[in-house]
T-cell receptor, first 110, second 117 residues
């Protein structure tokens, strides 16, 4: 069966510090992968998606970037965090048509 | 462009009541997919159901049932005899067929369901 992992679970970072969030999927090959952010108020904002290694599509211009160095690894990064980057970050992979989400990372930028 | 509307921001019920969460969608495609997800307080979104545009059969899974009506562009979700554990935010989503396989879904803003004991 497929499993999706995200870490860390929670993170508190000062403004201006770098960020690296990692997501890995097990039990499937060449999955479509997605990064979402959920700020207070519940809405899901798609940040990046990837249909294969090295292929990244950005949905929202911002100070975040994503990379897919391996088939089942998806990384979200920032060189300098802003206060507005605080939120709940979710990684997902696509099954047949639905998405399966990881446990999420709660990021607080102070 | 696709759009999903969940007009109910928050619903509060007492345990054992039935509750229906509404979802209305817009799409120009004839082939599309509809989904419901549950987000409990822990935060992880859990996939509940997928419906294809060419399959209007309603579905029942235990206390959960889904009513898909293309004529009204709605995909409503009913919980029968609600329980406290049903308290969560529920998201409806729509995905159109996309060449290249990207399948980017559009999510509604979610409905927060609070079930009181």
């Amino acid at each position: 069966s497929q499993t999706i992992h995200q870490w860390p679970a929670t993170l508190v970072q000062p403004v201006g510090s770098p960020l690296s969030l990692e997501c890995t999927v097990e039990g499937t090959s060449n999955p479509n992968l997605y990064w979402y952010r959920q700020a207070a108020g519940r809405g899901l904002q798609l940040l990046f998606y990837s249909v294969g290694i090295g292929q990244i599509s950005s949905e929202v211009p911002q100070n975040l970037s994503a990379s897919r160095p391996q088939d089942r690894q998806f990384i979200l990064s920032s060189k300098k965090l802003l206060l507005s980057d605080s939120g709940f970050y979710l990684c997902a992979w696509r099954g047949n048509y639905e998405q399966y989400f990881g446990p999420g990372t709660r990021l607080t930028v102070t | 462009a696709q759009k999903v509307t969940q007009a109910q921001t928050e619903i509060s019920v007492v345990e054992k009541e039935d509750v229906t969460l509404d979802c209305v969608y817009e799409t120009r495609d004839t082939t599309y997919y509809l989904f419901w997800y549950k987000q409990p307080p822990s935060g992880e979104l859990v996939f509940l159901i997928r419906r294809n545009s060419f399959d209007e059969q309603n579905e029942i899974s235990g206390r959960y049932s889904w009513n898909f009506q293309k004529s009204t562009s709605s995909f409503n979700f009913t919980i029968t005899a609600s329980q406290v554990v049903d308290s969560a935010v529920y998201f409806c989503a729509l995905s159109e067929y996309a060449s290249g396989g990207s399948y980017i879904p559009t999510f509604g803003r979610g409905t927060s369901l609070i079930v009181h004991p």
